[in-house]
């Protein structure tokens, strides 16, 4: 069987698709096949259509490129008038929700990944009794005053900053820069994201004075009505998670702050035949700045402060 010309050039080709099933009958003039043009083959196999779907305009029955566009129109202009939140055809819709990110959560994973990719931790922990520190807030109470053992972490990091100076530092593209105050940042969530008000001068006040200066802090953070300079800046940092029941963890540094210490839940041990309330806490240190026996030495220096609680009243 011969078939006409396809070019002026062509003196052989293949047959692309057939339009008459092998074994059926045709009388003359019956187009047996479909020659399809390499712009209209690559149309339709871009687009993974068949051509059998797609009405042909060509002389004998020959789809033409402008069939498979005039096509590719119609299917375009159908989906987009496709009410919102209509069914598509690609499949069922996703069963997950993007939850776009707000400002502040976009800072505070910048100011992570930056922290963990860029700064060297060592991690350090120690165990510390708090039997005594129970008793000092009983007394408190007593008194009529009401502080939290958050006050205490607070008051005790201060102390020790100022006991061992060398963790008192920023960390700067010269090297550590020693700080002239001792202010405490402590780790707090709200509904936007983490914050850390600044407790400043925590060195010189007591405790009870401490306690009065968070809940204010703490206050105006949850309501959004921080000031930047009560929370931006800091020497050091306490991120407290022993009321979530946490036994111990590792905090990520807090830029341009080379050190920030993890505090856990407290829990009850039994030793040299007594029980006693025990906590541990971890410090995370920029290895830059802070080499494990400063760290070492500042967290029994903390240690000594909690398990001798007196001094900070």
Known sequence: MTTPALSPTAESGNIARGLVKEGNSFTTGTSLSRHLSPAVKRLLDENRLEYSAIPSSGKGGRLLKGDVLQYLKGEKSRIQSRPEGGPSERGPPSPFDDVPNTNVRSVIAKRLTQAKSTIPHTYTSIDCSIDKLHQLRRKFKDDGVIVSLNDFIIKASAMTLKLVP??????????????????????????????????????????????????????????????????????????????????????????????????????????????TSTMTVTMSSDARAVDTDLAIDWLKTFKQCIEEPSVMS
Not at 183 to 196: F, P, W
Not at 226 to 241: A, D, T
């Open 166 to 275: 060398g963790v008192n530092v920023r960390w700067t593209p010269d090297g550590p820069r020693d700080l002239p105050t001792i202010d405490v940042s402590v780790a707090m969530a709200t509904k936007d994201g983490l914050i850390t008000p600044i407790v400043k001068e925590a060195d010189t006040m007591g405790v009870a004075t401490i306690s009065q200066t968070f809940r204010g802090l703490s206050s105006r953070a949850r309501a959004g009505k921080l000031q930047l300079h009560e929370f931006q800046g800091g020497s050091f940092s306490i991120s407290n998670l022993g009321m979530y029941g946490v036994s111990e963890f590792k905090a990520v540094i807090n830029p341009p702050q080379v050190c920030i210490l993890a505090v856990g839940s407290s829990r009850m041990e039994y030793k040299n035949s007594m029980v």
